[in-house]
C-alpha cells in the first residue's frame, strides 16, 4: 500500500481532530441547551453585543438562514433579544440577556473540559510547538481566504467574491479564542 502524502494526511488529521471536538462538545452544551450554531453566534456576542445577524453570521462563518434559526432558539431560550428598530428583522440587532451572559461561564468552562481532556498527555513544551505551527499554517491561509494579512492589511491577492451557495463560510476568525 502506498504511503499518503504528508499533506494529505495534515489535513485529514486536522478534519478529524475538529470532528471529534466537535462530537465531545456538541452533548456538553446541548445538555445547556445550546446547539453549535448557537454556540458559535454567543461566541460571537460574548465579545461584541449588540450585532446584527448578518454581521453575526459574518464573523460567525455560519450561512444567514442558520444564524437566523440559532438566533431565534436562543430569543426564545431567554438568551438574547433583538431591537426592532427597523422594518427588516434582519436589521435589528441582537443584543444577550443576563442570562445570555451568565452562559458564557458554563459555555467555556465544557470548552476547557474539552480541551483539557484533548491535551491529556501531551507537554506544554509539545503544545506551544503545536499552536506555533497551526498559528503558522493560520497565516498561511488567511490572506488567501480573508484577503487580509496577519498586520491586519488588505493582501494584494483580491478575494474572490462568489454566490452563495448556502454553504458554510470561513469564520472571521479575529473573533476566535484558543478555546474550542
Same mark, same amino acid.
Given at each position: 500500500?502506498?504511503?499518503?502524502?504528508?499533506?494529505?494526511?495534515?489535513?485529514?488529521?486536522?478534519?478529524?481532530? @475538529?470532528?471529534? *471536538?466537535?462530537?465531545?462538545?456538541?452533548?456538553?452544551? $446541548?445538555?445547556?441547551?445550546?446547539?453549535?450554531?448557537? %454556540? %458559535?453566534?454567543?461566541?460571537?456576542?460574548? $465579545?461584541?453585543?449588540?450585532?446584527?445577524?448578518?454581521?453575526?453570521?459574518?464573523?460567525?462563518?455560519?450561512?444567514?438562514?442558520?444564524?437566523?434559526?440559532?438566533?431565534?432558539?436562543?430569543?426564545?431560550?431567554?438568551?438574547?433579544?433583538?431591537?426592532?428598530?427597523?422594518?427588516?428583522?434582519?436589521?435589528?440587532?441582537?443584543?444577550?440577556?443576563?442570562?445570555?451572559?451568565?452562559?458564557?461561564?458554563?459555555? *467555556?468552562?465544557? =470548552? @476547557?473540559?474539552? @480541551?483539557?481532556?484533548?491535551?491529556?498527555? $501531551?507537554? =506544554? =513544551?509539545? *503544545?506551544?510547538?503545536?499552536?506555533?505551527?497551526?498559528?503558522?499554517?493560520?497565516?498561511? *491561509?488567511?490572506?488567501?481566504?480573508?484577503?487580509?494579512?496577519?498586520?491586519?492589511?488588505?493582501?494584494?491577492?483580491?478575494?474572490?467574491?462568489?454566490?452563495?451557495?448556502?454553504?458554510?463560510?470561513?469564520?472571521?476568525?479575529?473573533?476566535?479564542?484558543?478555546?474550542?
Amino acid at each position: 500500500m502506498m504511503k499518503q502524502p504528508a499533506t494529505r494526511d495534515f489535513h485529514d488529521v486536522m478534519r478529524e481532530v @475538529n470532528e471529534l *471536538l466537535h462530537c465531545e462538545l456538541g452533548p456538553r452544551l $446541548i445538555r445547556y441547551g445550546v446547539s453549535s450554531a448557537q %454556540w %458559535w453566534a454567543l461566541r460571537v456576542l460574548w $465579545i461584541e453585543d449588540g450585532l446584527t445577524p448578518p454581521e453575526i453570521a459574518r464573523r460567525a462563518g455560519i450561512a444567514s438562514r442558520q444564524i437566523g434559526a440559532a438566533l431565534k432558539r436562543l430569543i426564545d431560550r431567554g438568551m438574547a433579544v433583538r431591537s426592532e428598530q427597523r422594518a427588516d428583522r434582519r436589521e435589528g440587532a441582537v443584543f444577550l440577556t443576563e442570562y445570555g451572559r451568565r452562559m458564557e461561564a458554563v459555555c *467555556l468552562g465544557e =470548552a @476547557n473540559a474539552v @480541551n483539557a481532556l484533548s491535551l491529556t498527555g $501531551i507537554s =506544554a =513544551a509539545d *503544545l506551544d510547538t503545536c499552536l506555533r505551527l497551526l498559528h503558522r499554517v493560520k497565516g498561511n *491561509l488567511e490572506p488567501r481566504v480573508t484577503g487580509v494579512t496577519a498586520t491586519g492589511k488588505n493582501s494584494s491577492r483580491p478575494t474572490a467574491r462568489r454566490k452563495s451557495t448556502g454553504k458554510r463560510r470561513p469564520r472571521d476568525f479575529r473573533y476566535r479564542t484558543a478555546v474550542v
